[in-house]
T-cell receptor, first 115, second 115 residues
Framework: NAGVTQTPKFQVLKTGQSMTLQCAQD?????MSWYRQDPGMGLRLIHY???????DQGEVPNGYNVSRSTTEDFPLRLLSAAPSQTSVYFC??????????????FGEGSRLTVL | AQKVTQAQTEISVVEKEDVTLDCVYE???????LFWYKQPPSGELVFLIR??????QNEISGRYSWNFQKSTSSFNFTITASQVVDSAVYFC????????????FGKGTRLSVIA
């Protein structure tokens, strides 16, 4: 098993550009989520999904879009990148339907810089 | 709303010293789960432990131990005889079972163990 795979690992964007961070897991996990990590701010939840076709907003959803067409994939789209979106992004998944009881498996992170 | 507070932003200790990382949480739910994750300098997030609100037994795993006290809403993490490899950022997290909320993380504590 590859676990949780995120691509790309590094990306530089110009303000206003759009892009998609890809996340795939091969563990048949129901629950997937995106967090961003900023210095001194910890991990903040952007969006999450409890299964294919179902998504919900987290703490900091503005400027981001997600979809969950398959169990395996949960892409994060930046619609019009802003310097405030410079961050490290982590995708995570969990086996349990009860999203809060399962250990989260994290991807390696994607470092995004918006100029 | 659920909240996790890690008041210690950075801690520095000399190798072989014991160190305790504090975690205080807030929740209105009667059933909840508490977690600790480790983020070494390489950047990945590593699951360490999960406790549910009905199990206040302290846990020991090698040099690591966790003290869960509902009376003070705390879930502290102690590393005994610290080693340089323990240098990392440590995150405490909380999820609420009844309210079915995703994990909320504290801002993390950066631990530096000096040889």
């Amino acid at each position: 098993n590859a676990g949780v795979t995120q691509t790309p690992k590094f990306q530089v964007l110009k303000t206003g550009q759009s892009m998609t961070l890809q996340c795939a897991q091969d563990m048949n996990h129901e629950y997937m989520s995106w967090y961003r990590q900023d210095p001194g701010m910890g991990l903040r939840l952007i969006h999450y999904s409890v299964g294919a076709g179902i998504t919900d907003q987290g703490e900091v959803p503005n400027g981001y879009n997600v979809s969950r067409s398959t169990t395996e994939d949960f892409p994060l789209r930046l619609l019009s990148a802003a310097p405030s979106q410079t961050s490290v992004y982590f995708c995570a998944s969990s086996v349990r339907l009860a999203i809060n009881t399962g250990e989260l498996f994290f991807g390696e992170g994607s470092r995004l810089t918006v100029l | 709303a659920q909240k996790v507070t890690q008041a210690q932003t950075e801690i520095s200790v000399v190798e072989k010293e014991d160190v305790t990382l504090d975690c205080v949480y807030e929740t209105r739910d009667t059933t909840y789960y508490l977690f600790w994750y480790k983020q070494p300098p390489s950047g990945e997030l590593v699951f360490l432990i999960r406790r549910n609100s009905f199990d206040e037994q302290n846990e020991i795993s090698g040099r690591y131990s966790w003290n869960f006290q509902k009376s003070t809403s705390s879930f502290n993490f102690t590393i005994t005889a610290s080693q340089v490899v323990d240098s990392a950022v440590y995150f405490c997290a909380l999820s609420e079972a009844t309210r079915n909320t995703p994990l909320v993380f504290g801002k993390g504590t950066r631990l530096s163990v000096i040889a």
